[in-house]
């Protein structure tokens, strides 16, 4: 079955830049969407598609993936942006949903 | 803009059955470009999907809770719910239900969530 591996913490100062990266055999093969969940809160998508950003969303958020690896990068990060961020995949082969095991960005 | 929001009860017994609803508001639950979705999270743990629906019924489950769940779909009330059944303390959770956009499954509305405590 398909896995995605995340780091479980990265930790920035504001105003840098945070990179999250989501692993997978051939993940640059597939559609990868990004959700970011607060404390206390449901997930939210930030990047769905690999790349593409729901309305509302700063474009300081970008995403990119290829190969092995896909990344949710932070520019220019702010406090509000510490969250846990959770990478996701559709499996076609498996016709299952998959989630990686989620990435908590503290904000020092 | 898709509201949902989940509703059963708080707390569950060991070996029972839990029933949890989704309300569907802003849109219908007979839409064809949405199929519509569980998925859980034990306290201080990461996302689990449970499994999927769409409006022609077809199916979807985590393989580890395809046994235990079932998910149907309600369109003249606009709500879809979860059957999980067999109770144990490792199905203490959070469960959200969401809206799943498009072939690559991407869910882009969420409930607020609800916590499901298993113990007698």
């Known amino acids: 079955s398909f896995v995605l591996t995340q780091p479980s913490s990265e930790s920035v100062a504001p105003g840098t830049t945070a990179t999250i990266t989501c692993g997978g055999i051939n993940i640059g093969s597939k559609s990868v969407h990004w959700y970011q969940q607060r404390p206390g809160q449901a997930p939210v998508l930030v990047i769905y598609s690999d790349t593409d950003r729901p309305s509302g969303i700063p474009e300081r958020l970008s995403g990119s993936n290829s190969g092995n690896t896909a990344t949710l990068t932070i520019s220019r990060v702010e406090v509000g942006d510490e969250a846990d961020y959770y990478c996701q995949v559709w499996d076609t082969s498996a016709n299952r949903v998959v989630f990686g095991g989620g990435t908590r960005l503290t904000v020092l | 803009q898709l509201q949902l929001q989940e509703s059963g009860p708080g707390l569950v017994k060991p070996s029972e059955t839990l029933d949890l609803r989704c309300s569907v508001s802003?849109?219908?639950?007979?839409?064809?470009?949405?199929?519509w979705g569980w998925v859980r999270q034990p306290p201080g743990k990461g996302l689990e999907w449970i499994g999927s629906i769409y409006y022609t019924g077809n199916n979807y489950y985590n393989p580890s809770l395809r046994s235990r769940a079932k998910i149907s779909l309600d369109t003249s009330e606009n709500h879809f719910s979860l059957r999980l059944t067999s109770l144990t303390a490792a199905d203490t959770a959070v469960y959200f239900c969401?809206?799943?956009?498009?072939?690559?499954?991407?869910?882009?509305?969420w409930g607020q969530g609800t916590l499901v405590t298993v113990s007698s």
């Open positions: 969401a809206s799943i956009r498009g072939s690559f499954r991407i869910f882009d509305s």
């Open positions: 802003g849109g219908s639950a007979s839409s064809t470009s949405h199929y």
